[in-house]
T-cell receptor, first 111, second 115 residues
Framework: EDQVTQSPEALRLQEGESSSLNCSYTVSGLRGLFWYRQDPGKGPEFLFT???AGEEKEKERLKATLTKKESFLHITAPKPEDSATYLCAVHSRNQGGKLIFGQGTELSVKP | EPEVTQTPSHQVTQMGQEVILRCVPI?????FYWYRQILGQKVEFLVS????????KSEIFDDQFSVERPDGSNFTLKIRSTKLEDSAMYFC?????????????FGDGTRLSIL
């Protein structure tokens, strides 16, 4: 069964304190791995897509990486406005177009 | 930037009543999806829709659920006889193609509360 697990469930950082969020996945043929940001009361906002092991994508203070078993979202020198829940989702070859989501990591950045 | 819009933002309904959730996908997108998120749980896939028919549905999407694209812009989710456990955030998403290099874009959801 395809599965996505994110850790930690919650992460509290001081402004400027870099860290990483983890997304472990088990899928029967990965077509793509997605990172989304979700603010309270809002829908998931697309950040990155990764397709193959070794791939990296960057956007401002965020960098996403991918291996054959997991993905990391690295946050460099975070700011309070980076506080949100970060969701990881996979697109599997055997699951049509649907996304399978992890439970998310709630990030809080204090000034 | 084009976005997916959903109405209403909050719907309160008595158990057993019918409810229709509405979505306007991004205009040039061809694939449409409904997901739901029960408070504190993962976002779960419900159904995907392409070319005026369901292309995939989950076990959650039973006979009480239906989807429709009544015109060229709207995409609706109907729950025929709501249950308490249908209380959740319902998200609509759309993408131009059903491929991983075309990410799904989500609306801000409808919070459905069943009393």
């Amino acid at each position: 069964e395809d599965q996505v697990t994110q850790s930690p469930e919650a992460l509290r950082l001081q402004e400027g304190e870099s860290s990483s969020l983890n997304c472990s996945y088990t899928v029967s043929g990965l077509r793509g791995l997605f990172w989304y940001r979700q603010d309270p009361g809002k829908g998931p906002e697309f950040l990155f897509t990764l397709y193959s092991a070794g791939e990296e994508k960057e956007k401002e203070r965020l960098k996403a990486t991918l291996t054959k078993k997991e993905s990391f979202l690295h946050i460099t020198a975070p700011k309070p406005e980076d506080s949100a829940t970060y969701l990881c989702a996979v697109h599997s070859r055997n699951q049509g177009g649907k996304l399978i989501f992890g439970q998310g990591t709630e990030l809080s950045v204090k000034p | 930037e084009p976005e997916v819009t959903q109405t209403p933002s909050h719907q309160v309904t008595q158990m057993g009543q019918e409810v229709i959730l509405r979505c306007v996908p991004i205009s040039n997108h061809l694939y449409f999806y409904w997901y739901r998120q029960i408070l504190g749980q993962k976002v779960e896939f419900l159904v995907s829709f392409y070319n005026n028919e369901i292309s995939e549905k989950s076990e959650i999407f039973d006979d009480q659920f239906s989807v429709e694209r009544p015109d060229g812009s709207n995409f609706t989710l109907k729950i025929r006889s709501t249950k308490l456990e249908d209380s959740a955030m319902y998200f609509c998403a759309s993408s131009p193609e059903d491929r991983s290099n075309q990410p799904q874009h989500f609306g801000d959801g409808t919070r459905l509360s069943i009393l």
